[in-house]
């Protein structure tokens, strides 16, 4: 059996920080790519970051960009996203995901191509 789970969420106010997990059970994440994704009430789930299993090449959306920053553990298979200056439109559960290595691309995969998710964690930002 394959498992991803999330960790690290809360409530924290504007401006402040967050750092979320994602660990994996039966894998290896070194081997895989891995996605962050959200999804707020009422809205479709959205990438957000994501970290290439070849070179570890960092993505992510304008959204988030310079302020947030994934990052991979090899040695405590685990992979980060931190969450810096948050703001309340980052109030989401949020959902780590891997991929299956393929052909080499440019940018992060679609939702639909990861195989592996997590049970998300949710993050709340509000004052």
């Known amino acids: 059996q394959v498992q991803l789970v999330e960790s690290g969420g809360g409530l924290v106010q504007p401006g402040g920080s967050l750092r979320l997990s994602c660990a994996a059970s039966?894998?290896?994440?070194?081997?895989?790519?891995i996605g962050w994704f959200r999804q707020a009430p009422g809205t479709e789930r959205e990438g957000v970051s994501c970290?290439?299993?070849?070179?570890?090449?960092?993505y992510y959306a304008d959204s988030v960009k310079g302020r947030f920053t994934i990052s991979r553990d090899n040695a405590k298979n685990t992979v980060y996203l931190q969450m810096n200056n948050l703001r309340p439109e980052d109030t989401a559960v949020y959902y780590c995901a891997a991929k299956i290595p393929g052909p080499i691309r440019v940018g992060c995969p679609k939702e639909y191509e990861y195989d592996y998710w997590g049970q998300g964690t949710q993050v709340t930002v509000s004052s």
């Open positions: 970290i290439s299993s070849r070179d570890g090449s960092p």
């Open positions: 039966e894998f290896t994440l070194e081997y895989y790519g």
